[in-house]
Nanobody, 128 residues
Framework: QVQLVESGGGSVQAGGSLTLSCAAS????????MGWFRQAPGKEREGVAA????????WYARSVSSRFTISKDNAKNTRYLQMNSLKPKDTAIYSC?????????????????????WGQGTQVTVSS
């Protein structure tokens, strides 16, 4: 059973924008933190952004913090990743995942994904 469904990837030129969506079952949406991860060819997967179950806390990787915004729509059980000012180095497969919130000094620091709660991944390609 598919728990997380992503959409919104594509190809854009540098400086462009894309919005990724991650629709989740109600159980996952209401009980788990959700994060966006990406993996570029030949590189390890890295966390990009995370949001708490209530949406009150967010976290961003330093490389995207001024350009990406994570948000949620409770009516649609969907979380979004708005990506602005895209750069070629943002090219990767982006995946959403749900799991436990990780905190550091009281602030959301990332998500520890549950191995069963991953989306299928969506390709984002940014050309120069």
């Amino acid at each position: 059973q598919v728990q997380l469904v992503e959409s919104g990837g594509g190809s854009v030129q540098a400086g462009g924008s894309l919005t990724l969506s991650c629709a989740a079952s109600g159980y996952i949406y209401n009980n788990y933190c959700m994060g966006w991860f990406r993996q570029a060819p030949g590189k390890e997967r890295e966390g990009v952004a995370a949001i708490s179950t209530t949406g009150g806390r967010t976290w961003y990787a330093r490389s995207v913090s001024s350009r990406f915004t994570i948000s949620k729509d409770n009516a649609k059980n969907t979380r979004y990743l708005q990506m602005n000012s895209l750069k070629p180095k943002d090219t990767a497969i982006y995946s959403c995942a749900a799991g436990s919130c990780l905190f550091r000094y009281g602030m959301l620091a990332s998500v520890s994904p549950n191995k069963d709660f991953w989306g299928q991944g969506t390709q984002v390609t940014v050309s120069s």
